[in-house]
């Protein structure tokens, strides 16, 4: 699990890193959300280990374990649709 828990944060920082501003007067929940989802969606779907096989790979064995790459893309999207709705 290791391998792929950073991924769904590097998610996050790279939509981050486009609209960066220092000012600390507001609280969002968009990257710990993003970050939660990211992680609980691509492990849950498409993690293909010893020790649990997701519902894509153990349907279709050919993809393999893409929970890497799919935590990043789920996190961004997420980060991206909830982030307007900062106070």
Do not use: C
């Not at 010893?50 to 935590?71: C, H, K, M, N, T």
């Not at 980060?79 to 106070?87: D, E, G, I, K, N």
């Amino acid at each position: 699990m290791p391998a792929f828990d950073p991924t769904p944060w590097r998610g996050e920082v790279t939509r981050v890193a486009e609209k960066w501003a220092p000012n600390t007067s507001h609280v969002s929940w968009a990257g710990p959300i993003a970050m939660v989802a990211g992680v609980v969606l691509s492990v849950w779907l498409f993690s293909n280990q010893e020790q649990y096989v997701g519902l894509v790979p153990s349907r279709v064995p050919e993809v393999g374990d893409i929970a890497f790459e799919v935590g990043f893309v789920i996190s961004a999207a997420v980060y991206t649709a909830l982030r307007p709705l900062r106070r």
